[in-house]
């Protein structure tokens, strides 16, 4: 038996236009067949597709890391691992305000960055709320999660998915006052090479988990404790 799938939406347009017209947008196979749906879904998959609509308004990249969930997810959780795995925020020390942490960003020269992390322990997520130059307004986000390879890729080992979205602000500063005035760039003008670097510092966080994991070492190195 079939669950009341819809059935708001279908009293709603009926109540409306006395008629039930189907949602702009919505394939199922209820009002698509197979037949109709295929031809749908072999246009979705190009041999090539643009770069603006891989990396558009999302950029998404992963990959399985030999390293159990639990302990990758206790370092990446720490802001600090930063230091270690991106390929350019440096120098992290605590700020006036608890869980907030200052860095710099050498993609900028020695722009400042803003770092605060929220971490769920039992979903393993860690979303990482930054922004160059000032502290209050933290819209750089950058949501990752470590999910059990054992589960899904049934392996011992973890998969690690990142995903940022592209907030308005990248097109244009909006805090123009706190940058420094010798800067020439800003952290949008990179946005086409998010998924390269953000690929390069996942393939970096797998390096350095992976050794130590491999080598006996505390995925959480002994200086961040």
């Known amino acids: 038996?079939?669950?009341?799938?819809l059935d708001d939406i279908l009293t709603h347009t009926r109540a409306r236009s006395g008629a039930v017209a189907p949602i702009d947008g919505l394939?199922?196979?209820?009002?698509?067949?197979?037949?109709?749906?295929?031809?749908?879904?072999?246009?979705?998959?190009?041999?090539?597709?643009?770069?603006?609509?891989?990396?558009?308004?999302?950029?998404?990249?992963?990959?399985?890391?030999?390293?159990?969930?639990?302990?990758?997810?206790?370092?990446?959780?720490?802001?600090?691992?930063?230091?270690?795995?991106?390929?350019?925020?440096?120098?992290?020390?605590?700020?006036?305000?608890p869980g907030l942490w200052l860095a710099h960003d050498q993609l900028g020269s020695q722009t400042k960055i803003y770092t605060r992390t929220i971490a769920n322990e039992q979903a393993r997520t860690v979303d990482y709320h930054c922004a160059w130059d000032q502290g209050k307004h933290l819209w750089m986000v950058y949501l990752m999660r470590v999910v059990d390879a054992q589960v899904v890729l049934d392996r011992p080992g973890?998969?690690?998915?990142?995903?940022?979205?592209?907030?308005?602000f990248y097109d244009h500063n909006p805090y123009p006052e706190t940058a420094p005035g010798d800067r020439s760039v800003w952290v949008g003008d990179f946005w086409d090479m998010f998924g390269a670097g953000h690929l390069l510092e996942l393939k970096n966080l797998k390096a350095i988990a992976e050794y130590?994991?491999?080598n006996g070492l505390p995925v959480v190195p002994v200086w961040m404790r």
């Open 27 to 97: 394939i199922r196979i209820e009002t698509s067949p197979r037949e109709q749906a295929t031809p749908i879904i072999m246009e979705m998959m190009r041999s090539v597709y643009p770069h603006d609509q891989v990396f558009g308004e999302y950029c998404t990249v992963n990959d399985f890391i030999d390293c159990p969930p639990d302990e990758l997810f206790a370092y990446m959780a720490d802001t600090r691992s930063l230091e270690e795995w991106t390929y350019s925020l440096r120098g992290f020390t605590t700020t006036d305000e």
């Open 212 to 214: 130590r994991h491999r």
């Open 158 to 168: 973890s998969v690690v998915l990142w995903t940022n979205c592209h907030h308005p």
């Open 1 to 5: 038996m079939s669950l009341p799938a």
